[in-house]
């Protein structure tokens, strides 16, 4: 029996890009963001999510990717980092896809593209690479300390 993972695909700057389902809570439109100061600016603000008060990060910046406008179809994915709730902005999320474990190449295929920490690998899919993030490791243990005193604050 072959083994597959299921995978959220969703863009940024044009790149799409999965990350295992597991470590989804919910996919939401955007909603208005609450700006904290003295924060990395990667760190976007918080919003409320049932009844939550969840930090919202930028992706495309925490990455050192090209920025591009806001549209309509922009999303917060929000997920579970540590038993931290972080809310993730992306570009689109457009797919739920089950991909096999053994098209998953090692991440030191990638080269520079983006902090190969993050990678967990690169799927080789019938018409395209999908580069498959480890959003636990998205976060170093400062920044996830940073969270921590948004949240108490």
Same mark, same amino acid.
């Given at each position: 029996?072959?083994?597959?993972?299921?995978?959220? %695909?969703?863009?940024?700057?044009?790149?799409?890009?999965?990350?295992?389902?597991?470590?989804?809570?919910?996919?939401?439109?955007?909603?208005?963001?609450?700006? %904290?100061?003295?924060?990395?600016?990667?760190?976007?603000?918080?919003?409320?999510?049932?009844?939550?008060?969840?930090?919202?990060?930028? =992706?495309?910046?925490?990455?050192?990717?090209?920025?591009?406008?806001?549209?309509?179809?922009?999303?917060?994915?929000?997920?579970?980092?540590?038993?931290?709730?972080?809310?993730?902005?992306?570009?689109?999320?457009?797919?739920?896809?089950?991909?096999?474990?053994?098209?998953?190449?090692?991440?030191?295929?990638?080269?520079?593209?983006?902090?190969?920490?993050?990678?967990?690998?690169?799927?080789?899919?019938?018409?395209?690479?999908?580069? =498959? =993030?480890?959003?636990?490791?998205? =976060?170093?243990?400062?920044?996830?300390?940073?969270?921590?005193? %948004?949240?108490?604050?």
């Amino acid at each position: 029996m072959e083994e597959t993972m299921k995978v959220i %695909v969703f863009s940024l700057s044009g790149q799409r890009f999965g990350a295992n389902i597991q470590q989804v809570i919910s996919i939401e439109k955007m909603k208005e963001i609450t700006k %904290v100061p003295g924060t990395s600016s990667f760190i976007k603000g918080i919003f409320s999510f049932h009844g939550e008060t969840v930090p919202v990060l930028d =992706l495309k910046e925490r990455l050192q990717m090209e920025q591009t406008a806001q549209t309509d179809s922009n999303r917060i994915i929000v997920v579970n980092i540590d038993n931290i709730q972080v809310g993730l902005i992306v570009d689109a999320a457009t797919d739920v896809i089950d991909i096999e474990m053994e098209i998953i190449e090692d991440a030191k295929a990638m080269g520079g593209v983006i902090h190969k920490d993050y990678i967990k690998g690169v799927a080789k899919l019938a018409n395209e690479l999908l580069i =498959l =993030l480890d959003l636990g490791r998205v =976060l170093a243990l400062e920044e996830k300390e940073e969270l921590q005193e %948004v949240l108490a604050n």
